[in-house]
């Protein structure tokens, strides 16, 4: 079926609002946001530390199950995060990159590691992972989100709050989980061993 000239007009409508959306956040960067701001260095921070944490603590004989499990954070935090920035729930007045929304430091770095040392945690002392990932919850959104909020690096729009981000967490570490779970039984299944 042929695309209707109605339809291509409003394509090229989104994208030109797209395009003003994207100059204008990079505008907002170079002028709030940018290298030389302290906002900026505190996030850089929140991205480097992490990474450079794991790779010193991460326990290499389960590190392909780990990166699976930390992959899987990383995504739907990512994709809820840009969501909640695209819907006006929530935003981050310092990015590392303004065109991409949400916050790279934790999506990519933070936020994944800090899961991901928890189950290795749990793996390693034989612990109840379900218990100590939502404690972890509760520390990320009735501790750490708060200091974010004070420190004007994290904004609460429309009545969000602190447990909607708590039952955030939570999705997003069973989610990764329940996943995580599906490919171990899929490697050990005999019926996709040698596929």
Request: glycine share 4%.
């Amino acid at each position: 079926m042929l695309t209707s000239k109605e339809h291509l007009e409003a394509l090229d409508k989104i994208t030109s609002m797209t395009e003003k959306l994207t100059q204008t956040q990079l505008e907002f960067w170079q002028q709030y946001s940018h290298i030389d701001t302290w906002g900026f260095k505190i996030v850089l921070f929140m991205f480097i530390v992490p990474l450079v944490l794991l790779y010193f603590v991460i326990d290499r004989k389960n590190i392909f199950l780990l990166g699976f499990y930390g992959t899987n954070i990383h995504i739907w935090f990512s994709y809820i995060n840009i969501a909640g920035v695209k819907h006006g729930f929530f935003s981050y007045p310092f990015e590392l990159i303004p065109y991409i929304p949400g916050n790279l430091s934790l999506d990519a770095a933070l936020i994944p590691v800090v899961y991901m040392l928890i189950y290795q945690w749990t793996i390693n002392h034989k612990k109840n992972f379900y218990i100590y990932s939502i404690a972890l919850s509760l520390l990320l959104a009735f501790a750490f989100k708060p200091i974010l909020v004070h420190l004007n690096l994290f904004v609460l729009h429309k009545g969000t709050n602190y447990f909607h981000l708590f039952i955030l967490y939570c999705i997003i570490f069973l989610f990764s989980k329940l996943i995580t779970n599906l490919f171990l039984k899929m490697q050990n299944s005999p019926k996709y061993r040698d596929v």
